[in-house]
């Protein structure tokens, strides 16, 4: 049953992902969606305070400021693929966070892997490579696309693993709402890099904005509360993962309502991709059984 956790978190972050794509369009650059998004994410983090759990220390305050550092460079990196990028490339590439999360926990925590998973992490990562395939579709910031959704996975990854090992020691319903208290602390650094301030936001382009950093914040509430509650972060990511299953298929049934240009891809593009959700869900079926 905790497998819902991450289940759920992927139909939400592609929601959201959707919204924030439609209101880069519009003229909001990154980093005043980190802003608003990492706001927006930290008031619903609040909302975990009833989980209980146990004040470990003043001396101990690092940990939960470190994570929040991890946190924030992931999100803003994702923001910043997306807005530049396509949200049916930037979506898949990141799901590598699985194969990186199951390296980082066995080389840091020596935690065991299991042979099935990684079968499932190696199908996950060639079934990414398929549904990033562009073909002859010109793409002009497809490496920087891809760079800075790697390293959206590099960060999360690193932050996944944090929480699944120190959240036993806080408590979800302490280390969450502090950890997210420190990001958007942190993200009051963004104010020098905005293009213009939020008041000067274009009208039209409030609603997908507001849409999207909704989204972004209860998906990193239902997928944070699952690793904090049940560890797993291996597993986790990859049931996780299947959002880039969920991105390719919004793009072309549901594009259009975001005003999505991503439904143009040729036919070539579409086959690949859609063999690379077939293993994507072989992936998913090896973890679930």
């Not at 998973?117 to 079934?127: D, E, I, K, Q, R």
């Not at 010109?138 to 696309?145: D, M």
């Not at 699952?226 to 298929?249: D, F, K, Q, T």
């Not at 293993?279 to 090896?286: E, K």
Request: glycine fraction near 8%; include cysteine.
């Amino acid at each position: 049953m905790h497998l819902l956790f991450p289940f759920v978190a992927s139909l939400l972050y592609v929601t959201g992902i959707l919204f924030v794509k439609r209101a880069a369009d519009l003229g909001v650059g990154p980093w005043r969606t980190s802003f608003v998004a990492n706001i927006l994410t930290a008031i619903a983090f609040t909302s975990l305070w009833f989980l209980g759990g146990t004040w470990p220390g003043w001396q101990h305050l690092w940990q939960p400021a470190l994570m929040a550092l991890f946190f924030l460079a992931g999100q803003t990196l994702s923001f910043i693929a997306v807005s530049r990028g396509d949200v049916s490339i930037a979506t898949p590439v990141m799901g590598i966070k699985i194969i990186l999360v199951a390296l980082l926990a066995g080389m840091l925590f020596q935690e065991p892997i299991s042979q099935t998973l990684w079968v499932a992490a190696g199908l996950s990562t060639l079934s990414l490579a398929l549904l990033g395939y562009t073909g002859q579709q010109q793409h002009h910031h497809l490496a920087f696309t891809i760079t800075t959704s790697g390293l959206a996975s590099l960060t999360f990854a690193a932050f996944d693993v944090l929480v699944s090992k120190w959240a036993q020691e806080w408590g979800p319903g302490r280390l969450l709402p502090v950890l997210m208290g420190f990001v958007a602390l942190y993200s009051l650094a963004f104010l020098p890099f905005f293009k213009e301030p939020l008041s000067k936001i274009p009208r039209p382009a409030w609603t997908p904005l507001l849409l999207g950093a909704l989204f972004i914040a209860l998906q990193a509430v239902a997928m944070v509360t699952g690793l904090a509650l049940y560890g797993e972060a291996a597993a986790m990511n990859v049931v996780y993962s299947c959002r880039g299953l969920w991105s390719v298929a919004a793009v072309w049934l549901v594009g259009h309502w975001f005003h999505n240009r991503e439904q143009s891809f040729a036919p070539a593009v579409l086959r690949a991709r859609l063999i690379g959700a077939a293993l994507l869900t072989c992936a998913i079926v090896l973890v679930l059984l």
